[in-house]
């Protein structure tokens, strides 16, 4: 996760304290809500309330580095897994893994990012990575042959946000659903 911008790099500890106030305000906004006191926070995350504020002087500030870091997960997922596999296990393992983060954190992922301005620095910046991140992936499967070339990078995260929010309360029809979106993707042979 990036440290927000500075006038001078953060400390280490700093660094260290900043990345467990945002994990553990994931933890705490998916268990009580995005309206969870930030004392309870700074209290999981084994820092003094001041620390918090230092880092995010409102809850919307931290909010949005919470949404951030997911964002910016699922997105460098798509990354290695371009190095590790071929384009077309690359681009059906990260649409299963977009279609389980939309299923595990739908609630709090929609939560934020309906509280977050949707005009502000870090919404577009979220949008443009994971739009990079499926570009890149798409881009390679296409490349290779092997997903339709009429298909955009938007389109795959359509359909792998309503894949996992029509499956929220029915997640075992996820993996047939991403199968036959699978196969409507492919070329044909």
Aim: net charge negative.
């Amino acid at each position: 996760m990036d440290e927000p911008s500075t006038a001078r790099p953060m400390r280490a500890d700093a660094r260290r304290n900043y990345a467990r106030i945002v994990e553990c305000a994931r933890e705490v906004f998916a268990e009580d809500g995005p309206e969870a006191p930030l004392d309870d926070i700074a209290r999981r995350a084994a820092v003094g309330p001041g620390t918090l504020y230092r880092h995010f002087p409102n809850r919307e500030a931290l909010m949005e580095a919470v949404y951030r870091d997911s964002i910016e997960r699922l997105s460098r997922r798509a990354y290695e897994l371009s190095e590790t596999h071929s384009p077309a296990d690359a681009f059906e393992q990260w649409m299963r893994e977009q279609v389980a983060f939309v299923m595990d954190k739908r609630s709090l992922a929609v939560t934020l990012k309906a509280l977050i301005d949707h005009d502000s620095e870090v919404f577009t910046l979220c949008r443009g990575m994971i739009n990079d991140a499926a570009a890149a992936l798409l881009k390679s499967a296409q490349s290779a042959g092997v997903i339709r070339s009429d298909i955009e990078a938007r389109d795959v995260l359509r359909l792998g946000h309503g894949i996992g929010a029509a499956c929220e309360k029915a997640p075992e029809a996820a993996e047939r659903l991403l199968g036959v979106t699978l196969d409507g993707l492919r070329v044909s042979r």
